[in-house]
């Protein structure tokens, strides 16, 4: 009789990481990167692409675990953190990046969208960013990256509640940044301009300059700039072209009004 117990499976050696907003756009690049990288990666999106997206990356030879979630809602973000808590592992990376936008007059859009980008764009990054950080300080260890915008550096007319929820977050990721740096911790703001995604017309503005992505930056190029930030444990980093970085610089110098204008300009929904 074989009285053997059976082996402990060896429980995995690379890093964990948490992706929020995975399922498509700049999210799942970088969860791609993280993969390549040698990441076991905590994927969340709100459709059954989610769980398709864990399937790829698990094709690079990681670990994927997909959580279906809207993390607008308080509870959402409270059992993807239990999720993440339950591996039994510790969190090396956490990727902020599910957002939403919503295009059009302030007037004309309905409440209840506002609230909801509010409540994703700026109340699970903060509730999400609480759970992270208090679980990473005591290791003294851990990077976490924030998908912010180059719509944080201006007025954003026609995506009115948009542009503020991104300044938020990039001011935010700086200030918590001071605090936790002396722990071992690095917070890294991405500021994308314009990427190629459905993001705009997710938003209804595929009536507007933004509807046409053979404009705008790589997605890919985008995500892979944010990443290589986080590592090099950079504050900030504007993701895109060389034009998309020319264009955040000068928007320090340029009058509000004048930046508010322009905006007003490109995000007009056709009559």
Do not use: C
Request: aromatic residues 6%; hydrophobic residues 40%; glycine residues 8%.
């Amino acid at each position: 009789m074989n009285t053997e117990r059976p082996a402990t499976p060896t429980p995995p050696t690379r890093p964990l990481a948490l992706v929020t907003g995975a399922s498509n756009g700049i999210g799942l690049e970088i969860a791609r990167d993280l993969a390549r990288r040698g990441h076991d990666v905590v994927v969340t999106g709100r459709s059954p692409r989610t769980d398709e997206v864990a399937d790829e990356l698990r094709s690079l030879g990681v670990d994927a675990y997909p959580v279906r979630a809207d993390l607008a809602d308080y509870d959402a973000v409270e059992a993807l953190w239990k999720t993440t808590t339950e591996l039994g592992r510790p969190l090396e990376v956490a990727v902020l990046n599910a957002g939403i936008g919503v295009g059009g007059a302030f007037a004309d859009v309905d409440l209840a969208e506002d609230l909801k980008l509010i409540d994703l764009n700026v109340k699970s990054v903060v509730h999400l960013a609480k759970r992270v950080v208090v679980d990473m300080i005591p290791r003294k260890r851990g990077r976490i990256l924030m998908t912010s915008s180059i719509s944080a550096t201006q007025p954003t007319p026609y995506e009115t509640t948009y542009g503020p929820s991104r300044a938020f977050v990039y001011m935010f990721a700086e200030s918590l940044r001071a605090e936790v740096l002396e722990h071992g911790i690095t917070v890294t703001a991405l500021l994308p301009g314009a990427t190629d995604s459905d993001f705009h017309v997710r938003a209804g503005m595929g009536d507007t300059k933004f509807g046409d992505n053979s404009w705008k930056n790589d997605k890919r190029d985008v995500a892979r700039q944010g990443v290589d930030a986080m590592f090099a444990g950079k504050d900030h980093v504007v993701g895109g072209s060389r034009a998309t970085k020319r264009k955040a610089f000068l928007n320090r110098f340029y009058p509000e009004r004048v930046k508010a204008t322009r905006q007003a300009r490109e995000a007009r929904p056709s009559d």
